[in-house]
């Protein structure tokens, strides 16, 4: 058992540049924790104007998970897949032994723009399989009753949750769920004490186990909790993210989550090479170049917490 913690991660900058040129807020992997359940990734692009023009790249290992807030986005991928995204809604991308895709945002001029895109490794029966694609429209919603205040609300995106379960596919015990407190409201948010959980505050004002959160900060939970107290003055969206611990050590490096250098090598070597293992996002002239190896050999990243 990992225990109760209460650390907050703090969100960074990051450019990511090129064609897409675009910054986003990155807490998850942390320096400190690369993996919260099977959750390994989480970034928020936005809130801003933008034109997001995300060419053609690939993935191995792990599934994306795009939840946006505010903006349509567009999902095209090697599968054949060509949806568009708006609020309420999720795609969700399972790279398994590869994939590719893009996103754009909807039209030529730039638009308001604010989504979460978070990333779940797959353990090894998942990870050496096919990839797959879903677009879910109506995802199941819990009511919280308030201590005080009103009736708050949990919409399940992934996974499992007071008892309530997600359509999408999942691979491993996880939970990935957006919880909306109103102004004035109090709330005993139900959790498994065997699983680990962090609350992400999207929007608004929350304190949480005691600790007043700011806005793009997200508080690690540990395990053994059975709830934690979550309450706002202004009204709060939060995003939960937990899972059983993942058992396995992973390598991640650029869009990859393998187990070991020699996986990852290997595939940036198939993507540059244009093998048949990431398919074809038609529509596309360009395609996301691999950047460099670093000189060093790519080791796990421990976890410290």
Do not use: K
């Not at 990734?41 to 933008?50: E, Q, S, V």
């Not at 590869?98 to 797959?122: F, K, M, N, R, T």
């Not at 700011?214 to 202004?234: F, H, K, P, W």
């Amino acid at each position: 058992m990992i225990g109760e913690r209460r650390i907050v991660l703090e969100p960074r900058e990051v450019p990511l540049g090129g064609v897409r040129g675009m910054n986003v807020l990155r807490v998850l992997p942390h320096r400190n924790l690369p993996t919260i359940g099977a959750w390994c990734f989480l970034d928020r692009f936005g809130p801003a104007d933008t034109r997001m023009r995300v060419e053609p790249h690939p993935h191995i290992g792990l599934q994306t998970v795009t939840w946006p807030l505010v903006g349509e986005i567009r999902h095209r991928d090697s599968l054949g897949s060509d949806v568009d995204l708006r609020r309420g809604q999720l795609n969700l991308m399972t790279a398994g032994n590869g994939i590719s895709h893009s996103e754009y945002s909807i039209g030529d001029e730039p638009i308001p723009l604010d989504a979460l895109q978070l990333w779940v490794v797959l353990p090894d029966g998942a990870r050496r399989g096919p990839g797959g694609f879903e677009r879910h429209t109506d995802l199941p919603q819990v009511a919280l009753q308030a201590a005080e205040g009103t009736v708050a609300t949990a919409t399940v995106v992934l996974g499992e949750f007071a008892g309530v379960t997600s359509p999408a596919t999942v691979h491993t015990p996880i939970v990935g769920a957006e919880i909306v407190v109103p102004a004035g409201t109090g709330i005993r948010l139900p959790l498994r004490p065997e699983w680990e959980h962090a609350l992400l505050l999207v929007e608004g004002d929350a304190i949480v186990a005691t600790h007043d959160l700011a806005r793009n900060d997200m508080l690690y939970l540990g395990d053994s909790r059975d709830a934690v107290e979550v309450s706002s003055v202004q009204g709060a969206l939060l995003f939960l993210i937990g899972g059983e611990p993942f058992a396995d050590e992973i390598v991640m490096w650029w869009n990859f989550a393998g187990r070991d250098h020699d996986e990852i090598v290997e595939a940036r070597t198939e993507w540059e090479a244009a093998s048949d293992r990431f398919g074809v996002v038609e529509g596309h002239d360009v395609r996301i170049p691999a950047p460099p190896l670093p000189d060093v050999r790519l080791m796990p990243r421990g976890r410290r917490i």
